[in-house]
C-alpha cells in the first residue's frame, strides 16, 4: 500500500442540533435523531471551532437540524468569528425573528443559505408538515436581503416538485440570491423511508439536466448555480464528500465527529467524539477517518479505474445499504453493477402521480 498523504480539511459542517420546527421527509440528519439533554454546550462548540481554525479549516457551516432552535446560537456564531472562521449559517428560516436576525449578523454572521422546500405553497407544507412555511420562509429572505447579507437559495428536488424548477430558479433570482443549490434528494435515511414518493422519474431528472445548463448559461453572472443530480440515474456515482476525509467534517450535536452524514449506518466504525480527543488527533489519526483514505480499501475495479481520483468509489453509506457491503464500489457505478441494482421498477414512479401526507414518513421534531 502506498502511503496516503492526508490533506488538511477545508470545511466545518457543525451540526449544533437535531431539533427542527419542520419535518421533511428527507432530512439528512440520521433517523436515530440526537435528542436535546446529549448536545454539547456552547463552551466545547467554542473549544471546537478554536480547534478546527489551527487544524486549517477556513469555513464553518452552522447548521442543524435548525440551528435556531438553540438559544446560543449567537454565541455559537460569536466563537466562531472569534476562531476567524468564515461563518455561514444553514438555515430553515423558522423561528429566526428580526431582532434575532439583527444579533447573529452583529455576532458575525457572514452568509446564510436558506432551505426552501417548493415554490408552491401546498407543496412547501406537505414536504415541510407545517402550515404558511414558504410565506415564512419568504419573509425571512427579504429580512436577509434588507441587511445586505450574502444569500444562497438551497432547494432539495425530488419527484414532487421537480417540474416547478423554473420557477424555483426565478424565485432565487427574485429574492436577491447570489448562489441556489439545486440538490436532488440523496437517498439515505429518512430519504430511503421515503423513497417510493420522492424518487424522481427519468424523464423529470433528464429534463433538469437541461432546464439548469440552460439557466446556467442564461444567467451567467448573475446566479450560481451548484447542482446535484439525481444519481439514481448516472452512469457514475457522485464523489460524496469529495471523498472520505478529504476535505470536510461534521461535529454532530453530541459531538461525534463524522466523516459524513450517514456515517453512522457504518457500524463496523466507530466514531470519535470532541469530549474525549482533540480534532486534529481525530483528523489524522482516527481509524474511522483512515478507513476509506487512499485506494487499499477498493474492490479492484476500482484501484484500477480511472476515475477513482474523481469519485473516490462513490458513496460507502450507499454501497452498505444497496449491497450490504460499505466497501463495494457505488451501487450507482455502470462500470461496476447493473443499473438493476439502484432503481427496481417498483419504485419508479409514475409521472403525474400525487403524494398525500399519510404517504410520507414524516422526520419528528425533535
Ligand atoms: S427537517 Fe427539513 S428544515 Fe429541518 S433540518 Fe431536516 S431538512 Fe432541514
Ligand atoms: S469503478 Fe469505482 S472508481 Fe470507477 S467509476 Fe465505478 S465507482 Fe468510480
Same mark, same amino acid.
Given at each position: 500500500?502506498?502511503?496516503?498523504?492526508?490533506?488538511?480539511?477545508?470545511?466545518?459542517?457543525?451540526?449544533?442540533?437535531?431539533?427542527?420546527?419542520?419535518?421533511?421527509?428527507?432530512?439528512?440528519?440520521?433517523?436515530?435523531?440526537?435528542?436535546?439533554?446529549?448536545?454539547?454546550?456552547?463552551?466545547?462548540?467554542?473549544?471546537?471551532?478554536?480547534?478546527?481554525?489551527?487544524?486549517?479549516?477556513?469555513?464553518?457551516?452552522?447548521?442543524?437540524?435548525?440551528?435556531?432552535?438553540?438559544?446560543?446560537?449567537?454565541?455559537?456564531?460569536?466563537?466562531?468569528?472569534?476562531?476567524?472562521?468564515?461563518?455561514?449559517?444553514?438555515?430553515?428560516?423558522?423561528?429566526?425573528?428580526?431582532?434575532?436576525?439583527?444579533?447573529?449578523?452583529?455576532?458575525?454572521?457572514?452568509?446564510?443559505?436558506?432551505?426552501?422546500?417548493?415554490?408552491?405553497?401546498?407543496?412547501?407544507?406537505?414536504?415541510?408538515?407545517?402550515?404558511?412555511?414558504?410565506?415564512?420562509?419568504?419573509?425571512?429572505?427579504?429580512?436577509?436581503?434588507?441587511?445586505?447579507?450574502?444569500?444562497?437559495?438551497?432547494?432539495?428536488?425530488?419527484?414532487?416538485?421537480?417540474?416547478?424548477?423554473?420557477?424555483?430558479?426565478?424565485?432565487?433570482?427574485?429574492?436577491?440570491?447570489?448562489?441556489?443549490?439545486?440538490?436532488?434528494?440523496?437517498?439515505?435515511?429518512?430519504?430511503?423511508?421515503?423513497?417510493?414518493?420522492?424518487?424522481?422519474?427519468?424523464?423529470?431528472?433528464?429534463?433538469?439536466?437541461?432546464?439548469?445548463?440552460?439557466?446556467?448559461?442564461?444567467?451567467?453572472?448573475?446566479?450560481?448555480?451548484?447542482?446535484?443530480?439525481?444519481?439514481?440515474?448516472?452512469?457514475?456515482?457522485?464523489?460524496?464528500?469529495?471523498?472520505?476525509?478529504?476535505?470536510? $467534517?461534521?461535529? +454532530?450535536? @453530541?459531538? /461525534?465527529?463524522?466523516?459524513?452524514?450517514? =456515517? #453512522?449506518?457504518?457500524?463496523?466504525?466507530?466514531? !470519535?467524539?470532541?469530549?474525549?480527543?482533540?480534532?486534529?488527533?481525530?483528523?489524522?489519526?482516527?481509524?474511522?477517518?483512515?478507513?476509506?483514505?487512499?485506494?487499499?480499501?477498493?474492490?479492484?475495479?476500482?484501484?484500477?479505474?480511472?476515475?477513482?481520483?474523481?469519485?473516490?468509489?462513490?458513496?460507502?453509506?450507499?454501497?452498505?445499504?444497496?449491497?450490504?457491503?460499505?466497501?463495494?464500489?457505488?451501487?450507482?457505478?455502470?462500470?461496476?453493477?447493473?443499473?438493476? $441494482?439502484?432503481? +427496481?421498477? @417498483?419504485? /419508479?414512479?409514475?409521472?403525474?402521480?400525487? =403524494? #398525500?401526507?399519510?404517504?410520507?414518513?414524516?422526520? !419528528?421534531?425533535?
Amino acid at each position: 500500500m502506498s502511503q496516503v498523504t492526508i490533506p488538511a480539511p477545508q470545511v466545518l459542517l457543525a451540526e449544533v442540533t437535531h431539533r427542527c420546527p419542520l419535518q421533511c421527509p428527507y432530512c439528512s440528519n440520521p433517523t436515530e435523531l440526537i435528542k436535546k439533554d446529549t448536545e454539547i454546550s456552547t463552551t466545547d462548540w467554542g473549544r471546537v471551532f478554536a480547534e478546527a481554525a489551527d487544524l486549517g479549516v477556513l469555513q464553518v457551516s452552522i447548521s442543524g437540524g435548525e440551528p435556531a432552535a438553540r438559544r446560543d446560537l449567537t454565541e455559537l456564531i460569536r466563537a466562531a468569528r472569534d476562531a476567524d472562521l468564515y461563518v455561514n449559517l444553514i438555515t430553515s428560516g423558522i423561528g429566526l425573528t428580526q431582532g434575532r436576525l439583527d444579533d447573529l449578523v452583529e455576532a458575525g454572521c457572514d452568509h446564510i443559505q436558506l432551505s426552501l422546500q417548493d415554490v408552491d405553497s401546498d407543496g412547501a407544507k406537505l414536504i415541510s408538515n407545517m402550515d404558511k412555511s414558504l410565506e415564512r420562509k419568504l419573509d425571512f429572505a427579504r429580512w436577509v436581503r434588507e441587511r445586505s447579507v450574502p444569500l444562497t437559495v438551497n432547494a432539495v428536488m425530488h419527484r414532487l416538485n421537480l417540474d416547478r424548477l423554473p420557477e424555483i430558479i426565478e424565485l432565487a433570482l427574485e429574492l436577491g440570491a447570489r448562489r441556489l443549490e439545486v440538490a436532488n434528494v440523496q437517498y439515505h435515511g429518512w430519504a430511503a423511508l421515503n423513497k417510493q414518493v420522492l424518487m424522481p422519474t427519468q424523464e423529470q431528472s433528464s429534463r433538469t439536466n437541461q432546464i439548469v445548463a440552460e439557466a446556467r448559461e442564461s444567467l451567467n453572472g448573475r446566479l450560481l448555480i451548484d447542482y446535484v443530480p439525481v444519481d439514481h440515474y448516472a452512469e457514475y456515482p457522485k464523489s460524496c464528500m469529495n471523498g472520505w476525509g478529504r476535505v470536510a $467534517l461534521i461535529v +454532530a450535536p @453530541d459531538g /461525534s465527529v463524522l466523516p459524513c452524514h450517514n =456515517a #453512522t449506518t457504518l457500524k463496523h466504525l466507530s466514531f !470519535p467524539n470532541v469530549r474525549d480527543q482533540s480534532l486534529t488527533a481525530i483528523w489524522y489519526e482516527s481509524s474511522a477517518f483512515n478507513a476509506y483514505r487512499g485506494d487499499s480499501w477498493m474492490p479492484e475495479i476500482c484501484r484500477s479505474c480511472d476515475r477513482k481520483e474523481i469519485d473516490f468509489g462513490g458513496c460507502r453509506c450507499q454501497a452498505l445499504a444497496i449491497l450490504g457491503d460499505a466497501s463495494a464500489a457505488d451501487p450507482v457505478c455502470s462500470r461496476a453493477h447493473p443499473h438493476s $441494482l439502484v432503481i +427496481a421498477t @417498483d419504485e /419508479s414512479p409514475q409521472a403525474g402521480e400525487v =403524494a #398525500t401526507s399519510e404517504q410520507i414518513t414524516y422526520r !419528528p421534531n425533535s
